[in-house]
């Protein structure tokens, strides 16, 4: 399975690379305020899905363009088929394609891959985790101020910003820096890698993290929402740390979000 996720990850990664800066304005559109899509992300993602199915006819899949395809089968591929699409439209080097298989409520392997740098980040469950043949581990700092944090903004949930913010300034004033790659994928792969120690972000789903928290676990690292429990690949809300800061970041982003809220903007009228 592994084999193939990785497979699948190269063939679309050569996609997005073959189309990268070549994208005609009229060739995006919009799916939601501030949310992108072209026919990079829906010819990655075909792709990615007829790859499998090549091998797995009967797995399900749930996809970031075509949604979920449900099958009588405890295995769900979950695809992110370009993340960073903003990053890519606008020709900053910065996005991954991302793949999951989970085994019931199992995430069992992960899969991101930076066609750019040639970078494949993955793991199975259980087995540690890899940048391209060489094993990957997290961060051991267990000091805030040493530590370099990433996080995404809630530009699809601008109803949170003063949550948002507050969490920010508590966790920035404290730390070394904070960083905005624009593809939480790829942040999630750098705290795997031992690049950022961690990283926060609301709003995301499951095709977001669903690779990235397999590759931090495996990598030594831990992954929650904000509240320390496991929901985190559908509630939203999502930490992942070296481990050893993650009190640190949990205490901070709680302040501001002492309970679940829901992310999306109740429609008033
Ligand atoms: C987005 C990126 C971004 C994050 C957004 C995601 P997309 O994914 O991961 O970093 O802040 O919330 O939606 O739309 O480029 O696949
Ligand atoms: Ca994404
Ligand atoms: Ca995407």
């Not at 899509?37 to 899949?61: G, L, M, N, R």
């Not at 075509?66 to 990053?87: A, C, E, F, H, V």
């Amino acid at each position: 399975m592994i084999k193939i996720a990785k497979e699948a990850a190269r063939a679309a990664g050569e996609i997005l690379r073959r189309h990268y800066g070549q994208l005609e304005p009229g060739a995006v559109r919009q799916k939601a305020v501030n949310d992108f899509i072209s026919y990079v992300d829906e010819q990655s993602e075909a792709e990615i899905i007829s790859h499998i199915k090549k091998t797995y006819p009967d797995h399900s899949f749930l996809a970031e363009e075509s949604g979920m395809q449900r099958q009588n089968s405890k295995y769900q591929w979950i695809i992110d088929p370009l993340d960073g699409t903003t990053n890519y439209i606008h020709q900053i080097p910065v996005f991954a394609v991302s793949i999951a298989l989970k085994y019931g409520d199992d995430l069992i392997l992960g899969v991101i891959y930076n066609p750019l740098s040639d970078e494949l980040f993955w793991a199975e469950k259980g087995q540690g985790a890899f940048l391209n043949e060489q094993p990957i581990r997290v961060t051991d700092k267990g000091d805030l101020a040493q530590s370099l944090i990433a996080t995404g903004f809630p530009f699809k949930a601008k109803h949170l910003l003063p949550q948002y913010l507050e969490a920010f300034a508590a966790i920035f004033k404290d730390c070394r820096g904070m960083r905005r790659l624009g593809a939480a994928a790829i942040d999630l792969a750098y705290v795997a890698a031992g690049r950022f120690d961690g990283f926060w972000e609301i709003g995301l789903s499951p095709w977001d993290v669903a690779a990235g928290a397999v590759i931090v676990r495996e990598a030594g690292g831990r992954v929650s929402d904000f509240w320390n429990q496991s929901y985190f690949l559908h509630n939203n809300y999502i930490v992942a740390s070296n481990g050893k800061i993650h009190k640190d970041l949990l205490k901070r982003v709680q302040r501001p979000f002492p309970f679940f809220i829901d992310v999306h903007e109740k429609d008033e009228s």
